[in-house]
């Protein structure tokens, strides 16, 4: 696609319950990358892919966090037993290699809201 | 990690003002972008510029690699240029960017 985009938008759903964000990169861009912002801070680094193969998934900040790739296109990153702390933007780019050597690329991101 | 500073964590512009946005940065890189982060939470690019001069319109920006900062400036400043506004590098060894706090910048009428 043109650019990444990312879905849903905006979430608001119930602490307990499991949500899944997903992501489409730009077409050709092998490296993905995840990242959390709370309000009013910056972006905390959650996990890359290059591929389909995440090599460190040490900034995922607990092991209710997931997050996979069908092969160098859709990411979905899975929220299990959602907190309240989970509330944030979460945000989607891509580049066309990992380690980039050019410009990463951002979605507009998925607001998720745990009441 | 690398670690990211930026300076001044706020400025308040009356519009048609210049400025001078700083980042520190601890490591050396291959990559260090620039964003602005509008009201509405997107993250524009401004520039990829790991080191060296490049100007866009209103803004410029430099990277002095082996000082380790980068600077970006912006001239004659207009209202919708308010947003927070981020450096972002990566070093040798990293594949992520790396995010300082951002400044936050409100231009006034």
């Known amino acids: 696609g043109a650019g990444v985009s990312q879905s849903p938008s905006n979430k608001v759903t119930e602490k307990g319950k499991d949500v899944e964000l997903r992501c489409d990169p730009i077409?050709?861009?092998?490296?993905l990358y995840w990242y959390r912002q709370r309000l009013g801070q910056g972006l905390e680094f959650l996990i890359y892919?290059?591929?389909?193969?995440?090599?460190?998934k040490s900034g995922l900040p607990s092991d209710r966090f997931s997050a996979e790739r069908t092969g160098e296109s859709v990411s979905t990153l899975t929220i299990q037993r959602t907190q309240q702390e989970d509330s944030a933007v979460y945000l989607c780019?891509?580049?066309?290699?990992?380690?980039?050597?050019?410009?990463?690329?951002f979605g507009e991101g998925s607001w998720l809201t745990v009441v | 990690g690398i670690q990211v500073e930026q300076s001044p964590p706020d400025l308040i512009l009356q519009e048609g003002a210049n400025s001078t946005l700083r980042c520190n940065f601890s490591?050396?890189?291959?990559?260090l972008q620039w964003f602005h982060q509008n009201p509405w939470g997107q993250l524009i690019n401004l520039f990829y510029?790991?080191?060296g001069t490049k100007q866009n319109g209103r803004l410029s920006a430099t990277t002095v690699a082996t000082e380790r900062y980068s600077l970006l400036y912006i001239s004659s400043s207009q209202t919708t240029d308010s947003g927070v506004y981020f450096c972002?590098?990566?070093?040798?060894?990293?594949?992520?960017?790396?995010f300082g706090k951002g400044t936050s910048l409100l231009v006034t009428p």
């Open positions: 780019a891509s580049s066309l290699e990992a380690p980039p050597l050019n410009t990463i690329y």
């Open positions: 510029i790991p080191s």
């Open positions: 892919f290059q591929g389909n193969s995440a090599p460190d």
């Open positions: 077409s050709g861009h092998t490296a």
């Open positions: 972002a590098p990566i070093e040798f060894s990293g594949y992520a960017l790396n």
């Open positions: 490591d050396s890189v291959n990559n």
